[in-house]
């Protein structure tokens, strides 16, 4: 299923609340279930996740998930921000961002 719009209604079943993590830093070709795998053990929306692109196709490096949470949010931010995601030459740390959505849901805005 795809994302919601930003700061459009969050999934059928999900509470209203749900937090958005901004992703920086992720390796070229990083794929859904790589993200999924990064925050396995964490409250989060599997339909919420994007890894962004830019017009041309080309991976921007950043991504986005959403937690049932904000709590959750705090908690995978804590946890895992600088944590090391692997790719096909080692591996990188990530940079994670709380994204303040002004009806405290929803992706909220990228930029």
Same mark, same amino acid.
């Given at each position: ?12 079943? @999900? *509470?209203?609340?749900?937090?958005t993590?901004?992703? #920086? ?5 990083t ?16 339909e919420t996740? @994007? @890894?962004? #692109?830019? *017009?041309?196709g080309?991976d ?5 998930? $959403? ?5 959750? *949010?705090? =908690?995978?931010?804590?946890? =895992?921000?600088?944590g090391?995601i692997?790719? $096909? =030459? ?19 805005? *990228?930029?």
């Amino acid at each position: 299923r795809p994302a919601p719009p930003p700061g459009g209604p969050p999934p059928d079943g @999900v *509470a209203a609340g749900y937090v958005t993590l901004r992703i #920086k830093g992720l390796p070229y070709r990083t794929t859904d279930e790589d993200v999924a795998a990064f925050f396995t053990g964490y409250a989060y929306l599997p339909e919420t996740i @994007v @890894v962004g #692109k830019f *017009a041309d196709g080309r991976d921007s490096g950043e991504g986005l998930i $959403s937690f049932i949470s904000p709590e959750e *949010a705090q =908690r995978a931010q804590r946890e =895992r921000h600088r944590g090391t995601i692997a790719h $096909s =030459r080692g591996s990188r740390y990530l940079e994670l961002q709380l994204i303040p959505s002004p009806q405290g849901h929803g992706i909220g805005a *990228a930029g």
